[in-house]
């Protein structure tokens, strides 16, 4: 617990000293999340570890209660990096679809 603390406030030797200890445990968890998830799903297990993780040493207002506490957290977090992940291409591709019809609206008034 003061591993995480000390990392979540941005002490770098902390975040050294965590990662091997929480590895394989995000590993684990990230590995029952994708298996929740449509078949041919393109992040891997160890992309969705890396980026939860990422959000995880950058959140400071957390108060660690304990390892639980902090796979609990990990576990949502993973969550939130699918669902992120899964609406970005939709998202992508209503600006796409969007940006059309209005150049399509611009050429048309244009005449």
């Known amino acids: ?5 000390r990392a979540s406030v941005g002490d770098q030797k902390a975040v050294d000293a965590l990662v091997p200890l929480v590895y394989d445990e995000l590993r684990s968890i990230a590995h029952a ?3 929740g998830e449509r078949s041919g799903h393109t992040l891997s297990t160890t992309a969705l570890v890396h980026e939860s993780y990422l959000k ?5 207002q957390v108060k ?4 639980a506490h902090f796979f609990s957290v990990a576990s949502r977090m ?3 990096v699918l669902v992120d992940y899964e609406s ?3 998202s992508r591709r209503s600006r796409s679809r969007r940006s ?3 150049m399509k609206r611009s050429r048309s008034s244009k005449r």
Request: glycine fraction near 4%.
């Open 78 to 80: 993973m969550r939130r």
């Open 88 to 90: 970005w291409p939709s």
């Open 33 to 35: 999340r994708l298996r």
């Open 56 to 60: 995880l040493v950058d959140i400071n």
């Open 64 to 67: 660690w209660q304990d390892r």
């Open 1 to 5: 617990t003061g591993l995480l603390r």
């Open 100 to 102: 059309k019809i209005l």
